[in-house]
């Protein structure tokens, strides 16, 4: 059985080692995402180009609930990535007033480069900057940050 002390201290190092991992979370995706080839696409763009690739086609208002965000402002990022050929849109065949948006192949293919550039570099830096030993040890890691995540 533990202390009430033995209690808060483990309480205090765990929030400790949760403040270390988001900071470090946060410079891990900065990192890749210099890595990416994403050009001048903003965080919001490309948070709908994700969720437009993971869920497939959808509306203006149906990425605006989604995103957590205005519909007219979801309008404008959509406007954008329409401009820059990332997404088109078709008539819904259920009610034409709205537009299902869809990737361009382009753009598909952009993803699946920029994925393969970050991956390639984050294997490339394990392998030159951890032993064998240290990326068995990341990868018993990787199973425990994935609960995290669920």
Do not use: N, Y
Not at 121 to 136: D, G, I, Y
Request: with cysteine.
């Amino acid at each position: 059985m533990t202390t009430p002390q033995e209690d808060h201290q483990s309480h205090e190092q765990v929030l400790q080692l949760a403040s270390e991992l988001r900071i470090l979370i946060g410079k891990l995706r900065r990192r890749l995402r210099e890595e990416s080839q994403l050009g001048d696409v903003s965080m919001s763009q490309q948070s709908v180009l994700s969720r437009l690739e993971r869920e497939g086609p959808a509306t203006v208002s149906s990425l605006a609930r989604a995103e957590g965000m205005r519909p007219q402002s979801m309008a404008a990022t959509v406007l954008a990535l329409t401009e820059a050929r990332l997404v088109t849109g078709a008539p819904d065949p259920l009610d034409g007033r709205q537009t299902i948006l869809t990737l361009t192949d382009s753009c598909r293919a952009w993803i699946a480069s920029s994925r393969a550039a970050r991956e390639d570099w984050l294997a490339r830096t394990m392998e030159t900057r951890l032993t064998p030993a240290e990326v068995t040890e990341l990868d018993k890691a990787v199973t425990l940050l994935k609960r995290l995540a669920q």
